[in-house]
């Protein structure tokens, strides 16, 4: 089906906006469950290029170690309370589903949510993310906390509504965790813009918060207001519209490079 982006004129009149903009979109509770890679995801955690802001690599680990043991279905019917009204036997599925996480395989972030907002790209916009082209995009997960794109992640069922090893929500400790452990690496890619636009749902929006609050540069913060049941499939769509105007914005600029180039080379021959 041919779909219209949305304009990203309504973001900004000038393009070049856009590019010092970063995108922030939670994760999302459909995933696929195949793997780009046989590689097991603990042995990508430590790995920079294939886990980005190792500041959380420790803490990635112990969450792996955490909801991977729990043996009991009592325990598990307490900690996986997210989604409970929606779904109040959804706990079995992640017990099941994390038990595996020791041994899960890995697929880029991008291409594991399955979810309405990312539904919306399309795929010129997924080969960007997945390649890291388009590096404006921060996904927010329970597992793994601030995510790129191109991160790889395992098959996991994690919200944040469910309860960590402190009977604390993942809600309120992701917050915590950012403004203590970031480092460098997180900050280092924060200073690269200067505006910010929050598209995620409530439980989200206090670790985006906490992700605006380290970053050096804010000039303006944007937060996308819900629309009901049909919010992430319009960020979605909206995000689309300006990640293809940004894909634009730098085949015109490499255009113009080569063509600079070529008119040079011509001049000294």
């Known amino acids: 089906m041919n779909r219209q982006p949305k ?41 920079e290029k294939h886990s980005r802001f190792q500041e959380f690599a420790s803490l990635r680990g112990e969450l792996l170690e955490f909801y991977s043991a729990i ?23 992640a017990w099941k589903v994390n038990a ?21 790209f399309e795929q010129e916009v997924l080969h960007g993310l997945a390649n890291g082209t388009l590096n404006n995009v921060l996904i927010i997960s329970a597992l793994h906390g601030p995510t790129l794109p191109s991160d790889y992640l395992p098959f996991y069922d ?26 460098n690496n997180l900050k280092t890619f924060l200073n690269t813009f200067e505006e910010i636009y929050i598209m995620v749902g409530n439980e989200y929006k206090p670790t985006a918060m906490a992700i605006k609050e380290i970053m050096p540069i804010v000039r303006r913060c944007r937060v996308a207001q819900p ?4 919010s992430n499939r319009e960020w979605g769509r909206e995000l689309n519209g300006y990640l293809l105007t940004l894909i634009k914005l730098k085949r015109n600029f490499w255009d113009a490079s080569i063509k600079k180039a070529l008119r040079e080379t011509e001049f000294h021959e």
């Open 227 to 230: 629309c009901g049941s049909q």
């Open 71 to 93: 043996k009991s279905e009592k325990v598990a019917e307490d900690v996986y309370v997210g989604f409970k009204y929606q779904n109040p036997l959804r706990w079995k599925k």
């Open 7 to 47: 304009e990203a004129s309504s973001f900004h009149n000038e393009e070049e906006q856009i590019a010092k903009t970063l995108f922030i979109v939670a994760c999302s509770a459909g995933k696929s469950a195949q793997h780009e890679a046989d590689t097991k995801w603990v042995d990508c955690i430590r790995q």
């Open 100 to 120: 595996g996480l020791p041994s899960s395989g890995v697929s880029r972030a991008i291409f594991r949510y399955t979810g309405k907002l990312y539904c919306e």
């Open 158 to 183: 994690l919200t944040m509504g469910d309860i960590w090893s402190d009977k604390t929500k993942l809600k309120d400790k992701w917050p915590c965790w950012v403004r203590e452990q970031a480092g």
